[in-house]
């Protein structure tokens, strides 16, 4: 079996055990209610295992050691500094997809506004910001990333990102998951280390994280009201025209912004190519490859469940 069609397996293993226990524990939570009140740390931890462990084993099973197969090497410190720069300039770009993904549903935006509530800093730090990015690159820009570039490079840096954002099963997610891949994957590319992509995805965790802390706090002393809900439907089914105008307006406003930080984004991204000593390889890394086949049946019926499951959270949520 190639390695391409076996790693898809793998994915389609990880959606199958992430949608089966979810549906399981829904069932489940009717005879045993205690189910039902699972902490937010537990549910994390149990979604981050249905990722860790199937991968692990993986990685075992294929290649004993995991470094075989997953470039974790060190990264200097002028790089972890132009790293996070990087991943901030590129902020706005999530900004803008999230917020345009917001006119049709809300469902992801409202699953995460719901975990920021346990407002234990250092608990929250540590399992939303670096558990994720811990497991989550693991997968993703590990074994998956690094198992279709033998192929196609092209191809695997926007596969990668594309089933990054399925995986989080929310249009929400989905949209600015899918462009954060891509950057992510292009980090792994220009330092040589998973920990690049690692140190930027728990940049953008750990930001969204100490944000949700201190907002509340601010809110408090500025006498905002706290109790604002993000409506269900996604913004245009409870905006007027004009609100609605204005938000399009906001859009595009921070569009201009995301376009300007982005070029800058990439310069910061050639220095730190430079620095590195792999930017040589960087212009070439397109003409490398075996153009062997990466599209598998398994792979499709994965992708094609990820968006039934996007579609139903769009279903219900518009329902209630």
């Known amino acids: 079996m190639s390695e391409n069609k076996s790693v898809n397996r793998l994915f389609l293993t990880v959606i199958l055990l992430y949608v089966g226990v979810s549906l399981g524990l829904s069932v489940v939570s009717v005879w045993i209610p205690a189910l039902a009140k699972m902490s937010n740390y537990s549910s994390i931890l149990l979604s981050q295992s249905l990722i860790f462990i199937p991968g692990f084993i993986y990685c075992k099973k294929k290649y004993g050691k995991i470094r075989e197969v997953i470039p974790y090497h060190k990264i200097n410190i002028a790089t972890i500094i132009l790293v996070i ?37 250092i608990l929250n730090i540590l399992f939303m910001a670096v558990l994720p990015a811990c497991v989550e690159e693991f997968m993703f820009r590990g074994i998956l990333f690094q198992t279709y570039k033998r192929s196609r490079m092209f191809l695997a840096i926007l596969l990668s990102g594309f089933l990054f954002g399925c995986m989080h099963m929310n249009l929400n997610q989905f949209m600015y998951a899918f462009a954060l891949g891509i950057y992510l994957a292009f980090l792994v590319e220009a330092t040589g ?16 994280v100490i944000m949700s802390f201190l907002l509340p706090i601010l809110y408090d002393k500025v006498g905002v009201n706290q109790n604002l809900q993000v409506q269900a439907g996604g913004f245009t089914s409870t905006m007027e025209s004009n609100e609605l105008l204005m938000f399009l307006m906001g859009i595009a406003i921070w569009a201009v912004i995301a376009i300007g930080t982005t070029c800058a984004a990439v310069g910061i991204y050639i220095a730190i190519c430079k620095i590195n000593g792999r930017w040589d390889y960087v212009k070439r890394m397109f003409s490398i490859g075996t153009k062997e086949k990466i599209i598998t049946i398994s792979l499709v019926v994965g992708i094609l469940i990820s968006f039934f499951m996007m579609g139903m959270h769009i279903y219900m949520e518009r329902a209630v």
């Open 85 to 121: 720069i990087c991943t901030y300039l590129m902020y706005p770009v999530i900004i803008v997809l999230n917020a345009i993904s917001m006119l049709f549903t809300t469902s992801g935006t409202t699953a995460v506004m719901n975990m920021m509530q346990e407002q234990n800093l």
């Open 193 to 208: 280390s998973i920990f690049s992509s690692m140190l930027a995805h728990f940049t953008l965790n750990v930001t969204s």
